[in-house]
């Protein structure tokens, strides 16, 4: 019997380690390559490719451009803008009010908890910086107050189970309960992650320019995916 128990235990534990999400059959994986090389340059001029999940299949798509994060609040909308080197702003918006709330390259808006919370960030020459704040609320006026420092400037993010996946411009977070789980030093610096799809707390792909990155943060194992020729 304890056999057959370690047997189903060690086959479960297999399982868990092979995605069931199927890489598009166009792409092929290669060696990352390294920083300023000619594999790397040929990378960061390719298109940027967004990808999304139908059914067990990833798809790629042209990477939108970027809009305004908006968010339903009473009887108006919280709206965040990144306008890159030329900044931003948070606002609350009801008919044609506007209200600021807070300067800065609002990155996205989203709920947890019941609470709001926004990603602020910017990477652009020198400066490359990430932060998450909370929305307040009381009395009819907007407070905000800073409950995490990213490694770097937010690119894209997902919730998935209460927790946070962030791709960063370099690197990947992983926040539990308002603290950093798990940071992986990633290769992508420059090639701007742009999309999450996220399959389990140690399966998620990332859509960047060039190409799909698989990464498995409990193994750090990082694979990247190009279109073949």
Not at 11 to 33: G, R, V
Not at 78 to 94: A, P, T
């Amino acid at each position: 019997m304890r056999n057959i128990l370690i047997l189903i235990l060690s086959i479960s534990l297999s399982s868990c380690a092979q995605s069931k999400i199927e890489i598009p059959s166009n792409y092929k994986e290669i060696e990352i390559p390294k920083e300023n090389s000619a594999e790397f340059r040929k990378l960061n001029y390719s298109e940027d490719i967004s990808i999304k999940l139908t059914g067990s299949k990833i798809e790629t798509f042209p990477t939108p451009r970027r809009v305004d994060s908006k968010l339903k609040f009473k009887n108006g909308y919280l709206i965040g803008s990144d306008n890159g080197e030329w900044g931003g702003k948070l606002i609350y918006k009801i008919g044609e009010k506007e209200i600021q709330i807070k300067e800065g390259n609002i990155v996205s808006l989203f709920e947890l908890e019941g609470k709001i919370y926004f990603l602020e960030g910017l990477a652009h020459g020198v400066t490359n910086y990430g932060e998450i704040y909370e929305v307040e609320y009381s009395r009819d006026v907007f407070t905000y107050k800073k409950v995490l420092e990213l490694p770097d400037n937010p690119e894209t993010f997902q919730v998935f189970e209460n927790k946070i996946y962030i791709a960063t411009f370099e690197n990947f977070v992983i926040i539990n309960n308002w603290k950093v789980e798990k940071e992986i030093k990633g290769f992508w610096d420059s090639l701007y992650p742009n999309s999450l799809i996220i399959e389990n707390d140690n399966h998620i792909f990332i859509g960047i320019r060039g190409g799909i990155v698989e990464l498995l943060p409990k193994d750090e194992i990082i694979k990247l995916y190009v279109k073949t020729d």
